[in-house]
């Protein structure tokens, strides 16, 4: 099938950068949407042009590398589904797909549609983490944890950090992140134990980078490649609120 | 009082002054409607429960205070609320695909908001600011329903028709998005909170429409 593209490109990031209309033929809908922005970025080089810049690492949608906005929709149009992991068979021939980076104050564009996402980065330092002593592999019996909660905390856990919720949000608030970040440790005994500061330093960090306030829109969720849902924004909201409160 | 200062800075705690704020504005609705509800049964009732609510004066105004200090609390914070907002989401998208992510309610809530105000505002310096000028003979009830600013007039009640459907649209997502802010939407009150959110963005507004539409058009057609 032939697909239009109209590609964000910017040089650096201060550059200005603009839209720019490229033509691809001959794809096949078995082909990933980055195959078919290789096959492109192949055409542009053998033309002597700039590649376009994309981030992507595993293409197996786990490790949270990949995100770009197709016609609107971080990661496309698909749910539960991210970049890398989108297939062509997803659009129809003579299809235009808008592509753009994501789009926040706190997710300047580098290079095309590669954004810098050290902010997410900063965020984990502040508290993403155990800091007391666990010892060694305890048995897995010795620490008994509810079922509920050890599922809770998986889910929680699945978030990889791409950042499409931070994209897609009108207020470009990173909760939806932070929310799962921070459930996942309050779920678990040994990540109990810090739950009230790093609550505290993981909402300070959020908002020292500029990220706005979340409005439940629900856009993020909806977006989420990892479905990750509102409830923890809730769980973030009523942690920090019991320790900046009680 | 370091960690308040904190507290009502951080993102966090605007949305939680915003969700406090906008609910005890709830529970003023809902009494106010009730007072309302007054006008259905005649002149000599509804003048008789406003002069009764006159007699403790000092009381009403505390009450007004209160009010207005809410009210206030919730549109500074809905101002900053979004321009720090605006201010995170610094560039759009060439494709804006809001309504297929999000609710029109959720993503109007300062607009809907901005009319309501206006609306308040308007309703103060007529209705309210009339009130307070009524002594021993004058009828409260001639004001409401009177051609000068009351449902007599049909720009008025027109207005007040709009802005009370609005209002009832910024609480479809207000309501319960406050019990999302505290932490407690997916709690064992969710049921009780779905059917509360129903009352308040849907039958409390109908209300206050309804004796807009009586008064104002229907009553007068019949
Ligand atoms: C009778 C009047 C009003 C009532 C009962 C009311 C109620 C509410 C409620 C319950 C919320 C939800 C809070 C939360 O999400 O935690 C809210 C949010 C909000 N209100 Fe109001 N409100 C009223 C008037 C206003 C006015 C006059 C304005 C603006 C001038 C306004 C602007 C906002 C904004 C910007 C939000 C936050 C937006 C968001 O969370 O998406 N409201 N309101
Ligand atoms: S919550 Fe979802 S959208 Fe946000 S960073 Fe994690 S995986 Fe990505
Ligand atoms: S490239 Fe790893 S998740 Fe998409």
């Known amino acids: ?246 | 009082m370091n960690w308040l200062t904190t507290f009502m800075n951080s993102s966090i705690g605007k949305k939680f002054t915003m969700g406090t704020s906008g609910l005890l504005l709830c529970l003023f609705i809902a009494q106010h409607l009730v007072g309302n509800m007054m006008l259905f049964g005649g002149e000599a009732l509804f003048n008789s429960y406003v002069a009764t609510l006159s007699a403790f004066k000092p009381l009403v105004r505390i009450i007004e205070v209160i009010i207005s200090i809410i009210f206030l609390s919730h549109i500074i914070s809905g101002i900053r609320l979004t321009l720090d907002n605006k201010r995170a989401n610094s560039s759009s998208y060439n494709v804006n695909t809001g309504s297929e992510t999000s609710s029109f309610s959720s993503r109007t809530m300062a607009i809907t908001g901005s009319v309501v105000f206006i609306f308040v505002i308007m309703h103060l310096s007529t209705i309210w600011y009339r009130f307070q000028l009524v002594h021993g003979s004058g009828s409260y009830y001639d004001i409401i329903l009177g051609d000068a600013v009351g449902f007599g007039n049909p720009i008025y009640a027109a207005f007040y028709v709009v802005a009370m459907i609005l209002m009832g649209v910024h609480l479809k997502h207000g309501f319960q998005s406050a019990f999302q802010t505290f932490g407690v939407s997916d709690s064992r009150y969710k049921g009780l909170i779905e059917k509360m959110s129903m009352i308040f963005w849907l039958v409390i507004p109908a209300g206050f429409t309804w004796i807009a539409l009586w008064f104002g058009f229907i009553a007068e057609a019949i």
């Open chain 1, 1 to 246: 099938m032939q697909i239009n593209l109209k590609v964000w490109r910017q040089e650096n990031r201060q550059a200005i950068g603009g839209y720019k209309n490229y033509s691809v033929s001959d794809v096949s809908e078995h082909m990933s949407f980055f195959e078919m922005l290789d096959k492109l970025n192949n055409e542009l080089v053998r033309k002597g042009e700039d590649p376009i810049a994309f981030d992507h690492d595993c293409r197996e949608g786990i490790c949270g590398s990949c995100g770009v906005t197709i016609n609107g929709r971080a990661h496309g149009p698909l749910r539960g589904v991210t970049s890398c992991q989108l297939h062509m068979r997803s659009f129809k021939d003579g299809d235009t797909l808008v592509v753009e980076p994501w789009r926040a104050a706190s997710f300047p564009v580098i290079k095309d549609l590669v954004v810098d996402r050290k902010s997410f980065d900063r965020i984990m330092e502040s508290g993403g983490y155990v800091s007391i002593n666990t010892g060694g592999t305890p048995d897995a019996n010795a620490i008994p944890i509810p079922k509920i909660d050890a599922d809770a905390a998986f889910d929680s856990a699945t978030c990889i950090g791409c950042g499409a919720c931070v994209a897609i949000c009108k207020n470009s608030a990173a909760m939806l992140f932070v929310g799962a970040k921070v459930t996942q440790f309050t779920k678990l005994p040994q990540g109990k134990v810090e739950r009230r500061e790093r609550v505290k330093n993981m909402v300070a960090q959020m908002d020292a980078e500029g990220f706005g306030s979340c409005t439940n829109t629900g856009a993020c969720e909806a977006e989420c490649p990892k479905e990750i849902s509102l409830t923890n924004i809730a769980t973030l909201n009523k942690e920090y609120l019991k320790a900046s409160l009680c």
